[in-house]
Each structure stands twice: as C-alpha cells, then as structure tokens.
C-alpha cells in the first residue's frame, strides 16, 4: 500500500529566535516519514510535509515540544 505525503501547517508563536528555526527543523525531519519540514521564523509558520501513517499530527507537535517550543495546527 502506497500512502502520500501530506502538507501539514503548524504555528508557533514562541520563535524569539533565528536559531531556533534549525533546531526544530532537525527536529521534525528526524521523525519517520517527514521529507521536508521548514520553519518560518518571521511568521511562526512550521510547514511540514509527511506521510500521517508515519508520523501523524500529535508526533509533529511533540517533536516541536521536545526542543522547547509549543505548536499548534493552523489552518492554511
């Protein structure tokens, strides 16, 4: 069974930082099946892309958590 990637939009409002961006960045991409993840520190927006059978949204959030930021979904 194939399953596709998906985009995933997270916002973070705690980005005090640039250096925080590669953190959570390395972060992400080390969770099972995330192919791209990038982190917009201007904005907060933390655009994700995965396969959800992989690593589902809560995997996503957690990753942020464990490097010391909160996420939340966003909508697009």
Do not use: Q, W
């Not at 590669?22 to 990038?38: M, N, Q, R």
Request: aromatic share 4%.
């Amino acid at each position: 069974m194939t399953t596709t990637n998906i985009m995933t939009l997270l916002r973070s409002d705690e980005l005090s930082c640039p250096s925080c961006v590669p953190k959570i960045e390395k972060s992400l991409l080390a969770l099972p099946g995330v192919t791209k993840a990038e982190v917009k520190f201007s904005s907060g927006r933390i655009e994700i892309e995965h396969d959800p059978a992989l690593s589902d949204v809560a995997a996503l959030v957690n990753s942020v958590a464990k490097v010391g930021y909160t996420a939340k979904p966003a909508a697009f």
